[in-house]
């Protein structure tokens, strides 16, 4: 069965300060990656997807994600925090010949003025 | 405008009055798909569909049915809801079909409904 697990309810990060929202994943096969954000009483947007080739993939508003294969991880990132980022995020996998897609529990990213 | 639209956007019932959820995308997607999300538990999928009249269970399809009777349209159905059915539900849709990569493509998620059983 695939499992994804995002470890921190909740990240604080000051404005302008790097981030990283992390994700640890475990399937049988080759997973698909991604990463979607929701704003407060909106639904969820896709942000950014790893399938294969380039561990490091970019994706929307400035952030990106690092696949790391042998730690299972998936870890969101973005240079600089901005006020706006401030959301609920959350990490999905996809497994290959499978058609369900499996959630993290969501991470609350707070960026700190 | 390319969009998944969810009715009603907020929902209270009693315990066994039947309730329809309707969702309907306009971007010709094939697979659709619907999630409960909770508190601590994140999102989890009740029902997806690949296609007109082929869906399949999710990891939490018990107390909830589900048609697609057309391409469009995706209804979730509570025959008999009760309050553990209390919850916010978003309903997705993505490209799929012949030759298309279907573990490959993004969602894209209605505004979602929040339904208060009581």
């Known amino acids: 069965a695939q499992s994804v697990a995002q470890p921190e309810d909740q990240v604080n990060v000051a404005e302008g300060n790097p981030l990283t929202v992390k994700c640890t994943y475990s399937?049988?096969?080759?997973?698909?990656l991604f990463w979607y954000v929701q704003y407060p009483n909106r639904g969820l947007q896709f942000l950014l997807k790893?399938?294969?080739?380039?561990?490091l993939v970019k994706g929307s508003y400035g952030f990106e994600a690092e696949f790391n294969k042998s730690q299972t991880s998936f870890h969101l990132k973005k240079p600089s925090a901005l006020v706006s980022d401030s959301a609920l995020y959350f990490c999905?996998?996809?497994?290959?010949?499978?058609?369900?897609?499996?959630f993290g529990t969501g991470t609350k990213l707070q960026v700190i003025p | 405008e390319a969009q998944v639209t969810q009715n009603p956007r907020y929902l209270i019932t009693v315990t066994g009055k039947k309730l329809t959820v309707t969702c309907s995308q306009n971007?010709?997607?094939?697979?659709m798909s619907w999630y409960r999300q909770d508190p601590g538990l994140g999102l989890r999928q009740i029902y997806y569909?690949?296609?007109?009249?082929?869906?399949d269970k999710g990891d939490v399809p018990e107390g909830y049915k589900v048609s697609r009777k057309e391409k469009r349209n995706f209804p979730l159905i509570l025959e008999s809801p009760s309050p553990n059915q209390t919850s916010l539900y978003f309903c997705?849709?993505?490209?799929?079909?012949?030759?298309?990569?279907?573990?490959?493509?993004?969602?894209?998620f209605g505004p979602g409904t929040r339904l208060l059983v009581l």
């Open positions: 399937v049988s096969g080759n997973p698909y």
């Open positions: 997705a849709s993505s490209l799929g079909g012949t030759g298309l990569d279907l573990r490959k493509e993004p969602q894209y």
């Open positions: 999905a996998v996809r497994v290959g010949g499978y058609q369900k897609v499996t």
């Open positions: 971007m010709n997607h094939e697979y």
């Open positions: 569909s690949m296609n007109v009249e082929v869906t």
């Open positions: 790893y399938i294969t080739g380039d561990n």
